[in-house]
């Protein structure tokens, strides 16, 4: 029973081994000198498909944007739901039209809670 | 499909709905009190209704509407009509969100119904989700440094944890090809016991099970959010997740690990002997680190480490037992009962007394039995029951456990359980000696709201009823274990 156990502590191990081995070997060969080490500035620039990079990674996003995510993700997910189960409208009965007209309002709760709380205003 | 069985967590969500709406367009905002508690009256009723019938489990045999959930869903209904008693008063911190909490609070409780109901792993882990995602906005709510810092602790620890149950959900589903638990256990129990030990795929699944689960019911080593989160969350919110969340958790675990590896027997000892020893590590370190606590509430966050371990005492009873001898469950379940009036009733206590003082320092407490004689009773009636002295639950409750655990040959863990309780006596009575013994600050009476002291009696009345008159509870938890029976 206790060599199963063992498996699974042999497995971590290796996991841990691994990663330790993979992160040294960079650090290593540098030592070593195997890797040659002349940067310059184009190779120190972020790599980005070939366009040019502009300005810092750390841009400033209005804040705004995170409501209008959070409400697009709901109503993405209704759409999700909604269309395959509009093509498939008649086959699928009377049952289905009420499961989703309950997803319809439960999500209808939250498009009216971001209303009223003037989510949708932009200030 | 039955859809009149669903009828409680129906109930919930569509209250949880009327909430969220009334927030928006009404101005008196403690009827939404008024309505969340009757949400949580009529879910109760028609669940209570249901008791001891044998029904289909619903929605492709995801949900079981069998007398163990039912018997949780009672307990969660009952602790959430408690949280929201007492949060009356403590909702005027955050009055613009009053709304929201109840809401969260509703759904938290849906979810939770949810857990205990499951037989299937995704709808447990998708109901897992429902009741952390909750909790995480509501350990937020304050909106101060500690609080925002505990909601994203409780988060990304939460995340972490998540992430590795769901790890052992897929080896557990690749190792065997179901997610149901009666299937997995049929494919267990028809394989070859030499390959099951060929492979250890199994086994890293069962053991990332327990991990994760061992993060919802903080048992040590997954305990490192508890102190932060419960010093940090708002007070109903701490009593609600030390109660509420840990009984879900074992919930959980019980179903999971009785009806998927309950057998063949060498497999359920393997899962009996790992709680065995998260009990028993469990107990003492809780125990320990709670003894120099200063804040009240980190202390009972220690503390309440350390009653996950005396639960999980009951756990490796049942990995022990025989297939008859359901001692362990039933155990189980009585302490998930007794702790939630116990530790229900003290934080109630707690609510009440730091709402005047500010302060949640055990030393400010000095003096309480003057200032505060009921409220200082009603909190040493709890703590005692806390230690596990007669007549209150707690006694009870661990003397069921402990002899749940001997029965099955743990004679061990219940000497090391015993010692801890000793030792637990020391820091529950340091509150009471304070309360009783120490000087008063001022000799100013600590008001109280007639809900909240509602609740703390109706606390009271559960911690003594289960102390004195165990039977009819016992017998309740005897039923509702029954499906474990074969």
């Not at chain 1, 070997?25 to 000198?33: M, Y």
């Not at chain 2, 009757?38 to 209570?48: E, K, P």
């Not at chain 2, 809401?103 to 299937?120: H, S």
């Not at chain 2, 655990?405 to 020391?426: D, E, P």
């Amino acid at each position: 029973m206790l060599t199963n156990y063992g498996y699974i502590g042999l497995f971590l191990i290796a996991v841990v081994l691994f990663t330790l081995f993979m992160v040294i070997i960079p650090i290593a060969l540098r030592f070593l000198k195997i890797v040659p080490h002349n940067p310059n500035p184009i190779k120190n620039s972020t790599f980005e498909c070939g366009m040019e990079t502009i300005g810092r990674t750390w841009v400033q996003f209005n804040f705004h944007y995170y409501f209008y995510a959070l409400i697009f993700l709901a109503l993405d997910v209704l759409v999700v739901f909604l269309y395959p189960w509009a093509v498939n409208l008649r086959a699928l009965g009377f049952a289905s039209f009420v499961a989703v007209i309950i997803l319809v309002a439960i999500i209808l709760v939250g498009y009216v809670y971001a209303w009223k709380k003037k989510v949708l205003e932009w200030k | 499909m039955n859809l009149a069985l669903f009828i409680p967590e129906i109930t919930l969500l569509v209250i949880a709905a009327i909430v969220i709406l009334l927030d928006l367009f009404i101005e008196q905002k403690r009827w939404l009190a008024q309505v969340s508690i009757s949400g949580l009256v009529i879910a109760g009723g028609v669940t209570i209704a249901m008791w001891g019938g044998s029904y289909p489990a619903i929605f492709n045999n995801m949900l079981a509407v069998d007398n163990f959930a039912i018997f949780f869903k009672m307990l969660f209904l009952g602790i959430a009509f408690l949280v929201i008693l007492s949060s009356t008063d403590y909702v005027s911190k955050f009055s613009k969100f009053q709304g929201e909490y109840y809401a969260l609070v509703l759904l938290a409780t849906l979810g939770m119904m949810l857990m205990a109901a499951t037989t299937n792993l995704i709808a447990i882990y998708i109901a897992l989700e429902l009741t952390s995602i909750s909790l995480y906005a509501l350990v937020g709510f304050l909106k101060d440094k500690k609080s925002t810092e505990a909601s994203l602790k409780y988060l990304l620890l939460g995340a972490v944890a998540s992430a590795v149950l769901l790890y052992g959900m897929a080896l557990i589903f690749g190792f065997t090809g179901k997610t149901q638990l009666g299937e997995i256990a049929q494919v267990i129990q028809s394989l070859p016991p030499m390959t099951l030990l060929a492979s250890p795929g199994l086994l890293l699944g069962i053991v990332l099970l327990v991990a994760g689960f061992g993060f919802k019911i903080a048992a040590v080593p997954f305990q490192m959010w508890v102190p932060d989160v419960y010093e940090g969350a708002p007070t109903p919110i701490t009593a609600y997740l030390s109660v509420a969340s840990k009984a879900a958790g074992f919930a959980v675990i019980l179903r999971v690990f009785f009806s998927a590896f309950g057998l063949p027997v060498w497999l359920s000892l393997n899962w009996g002997l790992i709680f065995a020893a998260l009990a028993a590590i469990s107990m003492t370190v809780g125990n320990i680190i709670a003894i120099p606590q200063a804040n009240i509430k980190r202390m009972l966050g220690y503390s309440s480490i350390a009653q996950a371990g005396y639960l999980m005492v009951g756990l490796a009873a049942m990995g022990m037992a025989s297939a008859e001898n359901i001692l362990g469950q039933s155990g189980v379940l009585f302490f998930l009962a007794s702790y939630a009036f116990t530790n229900m009733g003290a934080f109630i206590a707690i609510i009440a007394i730091s709402n005047k003082l500010n302060s949640d320092l055990i030393e400010d407490y000095s003096g309480m039995g003057k200032r505060a004689p009921l409220l200082a009773l009603a909190l040493t009636l709890c703590l005692i029951s806390l230690i596990g002295m007669p007549p209150a639950a707690g006694f009870m409750a661990k003397f069921y456990i402990f002899n749940a655990a001997i029965q099955n040959g743990l004679l061990w863990l219940v000497i090391i359980a015993v010692i801890n309780s000793v030792v637990s006596a020391y820091y529950y009575l340091r509150v009471v000696k304070v309360m009783w013994l120490g000087e008063a600050a001022s000799a100013e009476k600590v008001p109280s709201s007639g809900a909240l002291r509602l609740a703390l009696l109706l606390c009271c009345i559960g911690v003594l009823l289960l102390g004195v008159i165990p039977g009819y509870a016992i017998r309740l938890a005897q039923l509702a274990a029954n499906i474990f029976a074969y």
